[in-house]
């Protein structure tokens, strides 16, 4: 009965926790991070300083809890990844799932692309790149040659373009999602074809 107990408060906890991300980050995107205070958080969200106080001290904390939290699927995925064959089929769902992630966190991304300078500055700037450098490890084969190791790479940019550059493009945010996942998906199969043919 206890266990219940702990876990209902844990769960609102965390909706405090999550609203506290969700505001911040507007507001960050809104005003820039470094305009951006821990006292207008609190005002937006309508409590005291102090309750901000309770879950995070800075507003580097709130930046690096949203960031941990919306890129762990990024490492639940390179983990995954690790484990499968260097197939085709492995490779696509690799950047199926990899879209699935980017239009989930699509707020801290398009963020982290219009502050690089401030992302750059802090933890959050050499984590990513860790990241990416992990989910790039688990696209390329170790074979491929130069050209197909940039179209690796390219795949996965490309998801990143989709949602930097095609949010103005006119149409459906749901078909441009899948038009960009199937030029990544392309990029994946003429790596992994060229990879074949040399090997």
Do not use: C
């Not at 911040?24 to 969200?45: H, M, P």
Request: charged share 30%; proline share 3%; no cysteine.
């Amino acid at each position: 009965m206890g266990g219940t107990m702990d876990g209902t408060k844990q769960r609102r906890r965390g909706d405090t926790r999550q609203r506290i991300q969700d505001v911040a980050l507007d507001l960050f995107a809104e005003q820039g991070y470094e305009k951006t205070s821990l006292r207008e958080i609190a005002e937006s969200l309508e409590v005291t300083k102090a309750a901000l106080y309770y879950h995070f001290k800075t507003k580097e904390e709130i930046l690096v809890s949203i960031f941990d939290d919306l890129t762990q699927p990024i490492l639940d995925l390179i983990e995954w990844g690790r484990r499968q064959p260097h197939t085709l089929e492995t490779k696509q769902e690799i950047v199926r799932r990899y879209s699935g992630i980017l239009a989930n966190a699509a707020p801290l991304f398009r963020f982290m692309q219009e502050n690089q300078a401030t992302v750059r500055e802090l933890r959050v700037g050499e984590t990513f790149k860790e990241r990416m450098q992990g989910l790039r490890d688990i696209m390329i084969d170790p074979k491929a040659d130069l050209v197909d190791q940039v179209r690796y790479t390219s795949a996965i940019f490309t998801l990143h373009a989709g949602i930097f550059f095609l949010q103005d493009l006119a149409g459906d945010p749901e078909d441009k999602r899948r038009a960009v996942l199937e030029v990544a998906s392309d990029l994946v199969t003429q790596a992994h074809e060229g990879a074949r043919k040399k090997a």
